[in-house]
């Protein structure tokens, strides 16, 4: 009995460490999971503001906007790993340029799905001449050139570098599209805040509003770079699998893809 109780005492302590280091290594990826659900349930149930034209359609700013704001933030991490590629060479940030691009660009699909049905109820169509629209379209375009791009060279050292020359264009011209362009006094868009037009925070961003809004955007970039560095992380497993076979004397090279 006392060696049982021992034994039971000591695996006890033994897990201790490892919930900690567990909790002090995963709390914002949990942070994040709780933010969306938190903005998702407040998104649908919480009060809004009663305005003309919008009416309860403003719910989707949770969603919308705050989808856009991840999109951005995610590319941008995207667009430093691109960078450090070309400075030190390690595959590693190669492999964090790509997958980080991945969410960035299925962020920018939820974001422009929610936008479209967004105008369709305020506007009356699903997609209007807006410069915004349009900038959005062509820089998620610019970013499936990038996905093409990457997969049209089988040389890796070659498709590392010109795909992380390319990412830094390819960011450049999506600031350029959705955020300098739409914002221009002589340009006419129908966004808030853009083309002379008074922003949502100037007229009808609440307090109310603000608190599901600001964690929307930090639960959606958090659950983003959790799902790109679980990706990240299996790529990188498959990659050192695949350098190892291929390093072994009696390894097919044909058979590495």
């Given at each position: 009995?006392?060696?049982?109780?021992?034994?039971?005492?000591?695996?006890?302590?033994?897990?201790?460490?490892?919930?900690?280091?567990?909790?002090?290594?995963?709390?914002?990826?949990?942070?994040?999971?709780?933010?969306?659900?938190?903005?998702?349930?407040?998104?649908?149930?919480?009060?809004?503001?009663?305005?003309?034209?919008?009416?309860?359609?403003?719910r989707n700013l949770y969603f919308h906007v705050t989808m856009w704001f991840s999109m951005i933030?995610?590319?941008?991490?995207?667009?430093?790993?691109?960078?450090?590629?070309?400075?030190?060479?390690?595959?590693?940030?190669?492999?964090?340029?790509?997958?980080?691009?991945?969410?960035?660009?299925?962020?920018?699909?939820?974001?422009?799905?929610?936008?479209?049905?967004?105008?369709?109820?305020?506007?009356?169509?699903?997609?209007?001449?807006?410069?915004?629209?349009?900038?959005?379209?062509?820089?998620?375009?610019?970013?499936?050139?990038?996905?093409?791009?990457?997969?049209?060279?089988?040389?890796?050292?070659?498709?590392?570098?010109?795909?992380?020359?390319?990412?830094?264009?390819?960011?450049?011209?999506?600031?350029?599209?959705?955020?300098?362009?739409?914002?221009?006094?002589?340009?006419?868009?129908?966004?808030p805040g853009n083309g002379g037009n008074p922003a949502f925070s100037s007229y009808d961003l609440d307090k109310n509003m603000r608190m599901v809004f600001y964690p929307?955007?930090?639960?959606?970039?958090?659950?983003?770079?959790?799902?790109?560095?679980?990706?990240?992380?299996?790529?990188?497993?498959?990659?050192?699998?695949?350098?190892?076979?291929?390093?072994?004397?009696?390894?097919?090279?044909?058979?590495?893809?």
């Amino acid at each position: 009995m006392t060696n049982f109780a021992a034994s039971i005492e000591s695996t006890s302590m033994s897990k201790s460490p490892d919930s900690a280091s567990f909790l002090s290594r995963n709390w914002w990826k949990m942070l994040g999971v709780c933010l969306v659900f938190y903005s998702i349930i407040m998104g649908f149930l919480g009060t809004v503001p009663r305005l003309p034209i919008l009416h309860e359609t403003i719910r989707n700013l949770y969603f919308h906007v705050t989808m856009w704001f991840s999109m951005i933030f995610i590319l941008g991490a995207s667009l430093v790993f691109s960078i450090r590629y070309l400075s030190n060479g390690r595959f590693e940030d190669d492999i964090k340029a790509e997958h980080y691009s991945h969410v960035g660009i299925l962020l920018g699909m939820l974001g422009i799905t929610t936008g479209s049905v967004w105008a369709h109820f305020t506007w009356g169509a699903w997609w209007v001449n807006d410069p915004k629209l349009n900038g959005a379209a062509i820089s998620l375009l610019i970013y499936f050139a990038y996905i093409i791009l990457r997969n049209s060279m089988d040389e890796e050292q070659k498709r590392a570098r010109v795909a992380a020359v390319y990412n830094i264009f390819a960011f450049v011209l999506l600031i350029v599209f959705l955020v300098v362009y739409p914002r221009m006094n002589k340009v006419d868009s129908l966004h808030p805040g853009n083309g002379g037009n008074p922003a949502f925070s100037s007229y009808d961003l609440d307090k109310n509003m603000r608190m599901v809004f600001y964690p929307a955007v930090f639960g959606w970039i958090m659950t983003g770079l959790w799902i790109a560095n679980i990706s990240i992380r299996s790529s990188i497993v498959r990659y050192k699998q695949l350098r190892k076979q291929f390093s072994r004397p009696d390894s097919n090279p044909t058979h590495v893809i």
